[in-house]
């Protein structure tokens, strides 16, 4: 079993709808993160996370930390949204553990 | 203020042979980490490198080498190229030793023909 598992793996959904990815840890972790990925590798970072709640712009991220689970929330979907998104958690010995991603597709 | 920067871009090795990619990090950031993503998988973790010393290690065999100057920039070395090193290297600094919010660079892709 995977340290950081996401759902759903792949996501299609129409411009304007809300969108939800999960992303669950076995490991314990300092803080979270959500990375966004496009076409040809960039990778930027959305939010890192230790607790609570945490917004920007169009995007929220949520952690519960007894629950070990994260959501990042898309609200307003638009096709420039469409990316892999990944969570990744840090562990004790200060090394990220990836999750596989989701990949989102916005159709207009 | 540039953010992280990788070069080259692209890189193309036939097997056998040794590669160097580089990485200048984000200013004031001291620490930097290396990943390898190869096509359709999450990045995988090589090592990390803080005042100028290997700090932590990923699954990776020794071919993998890596330094840190002085001024916190970076290589990755990568000696006896195999056809499964082709990927997208990553590099990714962090200011103060801790992994608190990394930046990206850009990648460089890397093809072993």
């Known amino acids: 079993k995977n340290e950081v598992e996401q759902s759903p793996q792949n996501l299609t959904a129409q411009e304007g709808e809300f969108i939800t990815i999960n992303c669950s840890y076995s490991?314990?972790?300092?803080?979270l993160h959500w990375l966004q990925q496009h076409p040809g590798g960039g990778i930027v970072s959305l939010f890192m996370l230790s607790s609570g709640k945490k917004k920007h712009g169009r995007l929220i991220a949520t952690i519960n930390i007894q629950e070990k689970h994260s959501s990042l929330h898309i609200t307003a979907s638009h096709p420039r949204d469409s990316a892999v998104y990944i969570c990744a958690v840090l562990d004790s010995n200060y090394q990220l553990i990836w999750g596989a991603g989701t990949k989102l597709i916005i159709k207009p | 203020d540039a953010g992280v920067t990788q070069s080259p871009t692209h890189l193309i090795k036939t097997r056998g042979q040794q590669v160097t990619l580089r990485c200048s990090p984000k200013s004031g950031h001291d620490t930097v980490s290396w990943y390898q993503q190869a096509l359709g998988q999450g990045p995988q973790f090589i090592f990390q490198y803080y005042e100028e010393e290997e700090r932590q290690r990923g699954n990776f065999p020794d071919r993998f080498s890596g330094h840190q100057f002085p001024n916190y920039s970076s290589e990755l070395n990568v000696n006896a190229l195999l056809l499964g090193d082709s990927a997208l290297y990553l590099c990714?600094?962090?200011?103060?030793?801790?992994?608190?919010?990394?930046?990206f660079g850009p990648g460089t892709r890397l093809t072993v023909l």
């Open positions: 490991v314990g972790i300092s803080a």
């Open positions: 990714a600094s962090l200011e103060g030793g801790y992994t608190d919010t990394q930046y």
